[in-house]
């Protein structure tokens, strides 16, 4: 058996989350809650990408046009478009340095695969718990590189640590921290000089508005030697539910005389089918201009929500990181209160309904995370009832 398995802490926070939310709804079945915890999208699909997936469907209907497989890395004509869209942002990549995935929680654990069991991994804390969880899976040794308001929860590199692979999300789930060009260059230079190799997770790139900011690892020279880029349309495009995300493995990424492009081929032809072609069209739908505009106009709404959420926290003068060029806030929870106590605080006196910050990592405790992927509606009323409450 993997032993891996038995090394794995058991996952309580959103089954917690929910437990006292049903507990709440039951003693209170006429309060009307505002959910700023959720992670999932809530506007549908974009016109473009509907139109798409209609046709696609339509094609599948008649042998003239029906599609069987797929090619395992990704059709062409969607590789070719996410190409187009990285150059457009300055950036050269192939189209067969690019996967087509179904989505990035796929790529973040099977990327794995490539790598020697047993590596030293670190990884940002307070984490997206899945990149913790499949390194233990896989038998890895996970350095937590601690993080807290001191450095903006924006860990560093450190000589002293080692390092097989790093793990970064830029803008960050939970804390919607953002590295900026330096700092992500003092990182390339990092896994340069220690042969480490850098995931990064650019999940929710789109929101980022600074131009200061970049949006791609390969925006940072010398990236394409040390840094495999895996994104996903699930917050861009609202595809949470459809799935389909990218991975970028540049050519010049070479470990122990070994292509890491190549061996990602191998894996893919190895392990699976492709996504699916009514999938990959609708995909593609996102990076024409007019997608592009629409997914945008969605963006801007969850925007908005997370302006709302900002101007309170800024009158109530409670600290808090992201927000601006991320869809989480990341607050410290007010008059010392621990992260569940200010939960149950929100829950009960302003039935609001918020994450709570250690669920992520011990660092995490006495902060909080807000979401703005909830209706403008709730989000302005659960602003005022913060003002409310805490003003
Ligand atoms: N990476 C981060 C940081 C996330 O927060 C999420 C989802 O919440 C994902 C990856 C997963 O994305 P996908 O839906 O493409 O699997």
Not at 345 to 372: D, H, K
């Amino acid at each position: 058996m993997n032993r891996g398995y038995a090394d794995l802490e058991d996952s309580y926070l959103f089954h917690r989350i929910g437990q006292k939310v049903a507990a709440f709804e039951a003693e209170h079945p006429d309060a009307h809650l505002c959910r700023m915890g959720i992670g999932d999208v809530s506007l549908p699909l974009c016109d473009a990408v509907i139109k798409a997936l209609h046709a696609a469907v339509d094609e599948q209907a008649s042998k003239a046009s029906f599609h069987g497989y797929m090619p395992e890395c990704g059709a062409d004509f969607l590789r070719e478009a996410i190409a187009r869209h990285y150059v457009s942002r300055g950036i050269g990549l192939e189209p067969d340095e690019i996967f087509v995935s179904s989505g990035a929680s796929d790529d973040l654990g099977s990327i794995l695969d490539i790598f020697e069991r047993g590596i030293e991994v670190q990884i940002m804390e307070p984490a997206y718990p899945a990149y913790v969880d499949a390194n233990v899976m896989d038998g890895n040794k996970v350095i937590a590189r601690e993080s807290g308001k001191e450095n903006g929860f924006l860990p560093m590199p450190d000589n002293a640590l080692p390092a097989n692979l790093i793990y970064i999300c830029s803008p960050a789930n939970p804390t919607g921290a953002t590295y900026g060009r330096q700092q992500l260059e003092s990182w390339v230079e990092y896994a340069i000089a220690n042969d480490a190799i850098i995931i990064f997770d650019a999940a929710y790139e789109a929101f980022i508005e600074d131009e200061s900011i970049p949006h791609s690892i390969y925006e940072v020279p010398g990236a394409r030697e040390c840094a495999i880029e895996i994104c996903s349309l699930s917050k861009t495009a609202g595809f949470t539910g459809t799935r389909c995300g990218y991975t970028v493995v540049p050519k010049q990424l070479e470990r122990d005389g070994m292509g890491l492009n190549a061996m990602w081929v191998r894996n893919r032809t190895t392990r699976t089918n492709g996504v699916s072609y009514i999938t990959q069209r609708a995909a593609a739908a996102v990076f024409t201009p007019e997608g592009q505009a629409q997914v945008k106009a969605n963006i801007d709404v969850y925007k908005g929500n997370a302006a709302v959420l900002m101007e309170a926290l800024d009158k109530l003068d409670i600290w808090y990181t992201g927000g601006r060029n991320a869809p989480y806030i990341w607050l410290e929870c007010p008059d010392g209160m621990g992260s569940w106590e200010f939960f149950d605080f929100l829950l009960e006196r302003a039935n609001i309904v918020g994450t709570p910050g250690v669920g992520f990592g011990p660092c995490g405790e006495g902060y909080f995370r807000f979401s703005s992927f909830g209706s403008p509606e709730d989000t302005r009323l659960a602003a005022s009832r913060l003002l409310d409450l805490l003003g």
